[in-house]
């Protein structure tokens, strides 16, 4: 058995006692032919391993280089240097594997974040992306302990798809047939028939359909899986592939919704101030040495603790869209026209408009409610007024959206009247009309985008960072 060994987080915490310990793990720096710097990825912080002059030979020694791995042996003792409590007093040092000074990218020196997209293979080795993946997995650790506890059912919704959940056509083609020469109709289109599923096929942009015929028999249940969407957009909050966390609640409506969504939200952010609080003390640090490089007006009021806490400690400002509007026409941003999109009732809000709102005026997370049926999705609930839908978003200081959700529409007759005015093929979604048929009740669920979720809690800006291997328009690398 090769993994007889301590985890580095694990020796941090321990009470020193010359006892014999194995460590294994990468190279930060190596220091003074004597002190190496040795990080094994379970915590930020490196153990230091003293060699003491004498132990290792020449050769030995000029392998130790920074992203070299090693497996050494000693015994953890009280520490004399600054910054630590113990040290392991290095007996046996075995290279496992070694790594070229020269031609290791990453160096013991501050890196862009632009530098380390392009080397993301590495990036995993450094403090800040260390930081930030086990951060991530807190968060999705978090998520399912939320819901379980609750009594959800994870639901696992399939990949591909012969439906647009969202209506919206934003979707990535799954086919086998060849590109050159694909069998035709009489009428020259393509014959999906002859495709792998017969028919026309996709990756999922949502697995909210799926959800709710279950959410028809278990009442509550999630998804929390990768959803795919080939919208053009190249910004810091867009990804090709993202992973979406959707709940799906029989017998909730509106208001039910946001309360769940509310508590869900700070559950997970207080998760992860709990459990992570080394990561996320690293994480402010860089940000606050980040923001002095900004003038003074750019500057966020609140360092990266105190915004979480903030959102933790207050009420969500709920709003409908009617009053958002209106809140948008009486700002002095409009009035100063420093707004590039219009405002007006029925415009889809943009960035700008949902910045405005989150940042400059409630200064808080905000649920936008009751916005006009036009432009939001087909299987939303009608409200009373014919003319908005019980559309809920969550927009997040930093961030904008980060959910969106609704109650649905459970009445068969509406619905149906709805799917054939946005042009929703009616005929192939029977299996999704039947939940309106048999038993149907008021039903609500809603979708977190998780990458801006863990943007929002890592403070990190651009979405390309908080995700392992981003997909992005013209970037499929790795
Ligand atoms: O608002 P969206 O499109 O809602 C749905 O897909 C619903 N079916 C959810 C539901 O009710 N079950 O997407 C939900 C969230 C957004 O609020 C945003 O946080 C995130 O998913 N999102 C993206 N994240 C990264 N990259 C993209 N291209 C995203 N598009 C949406
Ligand atoms: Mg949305």
Redesign the pocket.
Known sequence: MFNRRTKIKELLAAEPANQEVTVMGWVRTFRNSQFIALNDGSCNQNLQVVAALGLLDEETLKRITTGASLKVAGALVPSLGKGQKVELKATAVEILGDSDAEKYPLQPKKHSLEYLREIAHLRFRTNTFGAVFRIRHSLAFAIHRFFNDKGFVYLHTPIITASD??G?GEMFRVTTLPFNNPPRNEDGSINFKEDFFGKSTNLT?????E?ELAAMAFSDIY?FGP?F?A?N?NTT????E?W?V???MAFYDIEDNMNLAEEFIKYIIKYAMDNNREDLEFLAQRLADEEKQLPQDKRSEFGLMEKLAFVLNNAFERITYTEAIDILLNSPAYKKKKFQYEVKWGIDLQSEHERYLVEKHFRKPVIVTGYPAAIK?F?MRMNDDEKTVAAM??LAPG?G??????QREERYEKLTARMKAMQVPVEEMQWYLDTRRFGSVPHA?????????VQFVTGMTN?RDVIPFARTPKNCEF
């Open positions: 959940a969202e919206a942009v949502s697995g909210q359909l959800g998804t959803t969407r919208e957009s909050r867009h990804l090709a993202f979406m959707e709940p799906e999705a299987y978003d969550i961030i959206e980060i959910v969106g959700g609704s669920g809603f979708g977190l985008g998780f990458e801006r979720m979405i």
